[in-house]
């Protein structure tokens, strides 16, 4: 069945930039996302990107996939203590037409000050 | 606009006793989903309502748990003689119907069953 994988932890200092990545085995996903996770809220939706796009930039955010190898990053430009949480990558199920999203595990992002 | 509501925030209860947990999706939102996020368990699909058609089962763990949506918009989510194993954090999320729609999620309810 379809996967999505991430690494557990990332840790930055404030300022520099931080890249999550993520990849996904399932070939027809059109839609993929990136949410955040803070300590006691629900998700929130941080961007997403079409299948038939290579890059997206939303402000200090910017999403890169590649389809050949079925990679999706996002990058934070300019990492504050804010941004410390837990990002989800997760992609349209491809095999159903619910709409429905499969998560990665999510990655735990650590900034230092 | 007022984005998905979850009640309640925490639920304590019993081994062996029904909880039921409610969501109100954003209003207009036709599609409503139910995601359990466990402990190093990430985000498990539970149920999946879109308008009148037949919801999307296929997730519930167990024939103690269901879910209804009354008149397309409020959906609880019911699991009856809970379980110490269905200690979780419950995420409602709503979209639109449109396959490239993003969920938007509510902040969940916490259940823990001692």
């Known amino acids: 069945g379809e996967d999505v994988e991430q690494s557990l932890f990332l840790s930055v200092r404030e300022g520099d930039s931080s890249v999550i990545n993520c990849t996904y085995t399932d070939s027809s996903s059109t839609y993929l996302y990136w949410y955040k996770q803070e300590p006691g809220a629900g998700l929130q939706l941080l961007t997403y990107i079409f299948s038939n796009m290579d890059m997206k930039q939303d402000q200090r955010l910017t999403v890169l996939l590649n389809k050949k190898d079925k990679h999706l990053s996002l990058r934070i430009a300019d990492t504050q203590t804010g941004d410390s949480a837990i990002y989800f990558c997760a992609e349209k199920d491809g095999s159903s037409n619910t709409g429905k999203l499969i998560f990665g595990q999510g990655t735990t992002l650590q900034v230092k000050p | 606009g007022a984005g998905v509501s979850q009640s309640p925030s925490n639920k304590v209860t019993e081994k062996g006793k029904d909880v039921e947990l409610r969501c109100d999706p954003i209003?207009?939102?036709?599609?409503l989903y139910w995601y359990r996020q466990s402990l190093g368990q990430g985000l498990e699909f539970l149920i999946y309502?879109?308008?009148?058609?037949?919801?999307?089962k296929s997730g519930l763990p167990s024939d103690r748990f269901s879910a209804e949506r009354t008149g397309g918009s409020v959906s609880t989510l019911t699991i009856q003689r809970t379980q110490q194993e269905d200690s979780a954090v419950y995420l409602c999320?709503?979209?639109?119907?449109?396959?490239?729609?993003?969920?938007?999620f509510g902040n969940g309810t916490r259940l823990t069953v001692t």
């Open positions: 209003s207009g939102h036709t599609a």
């Open positions: 309502f879109q308008g009148n058609s037949a919801p999307d």
């Open positions: 999320a709503s979209s639109l119907w449109d396959r490239g729609r993003p969920l938007h």
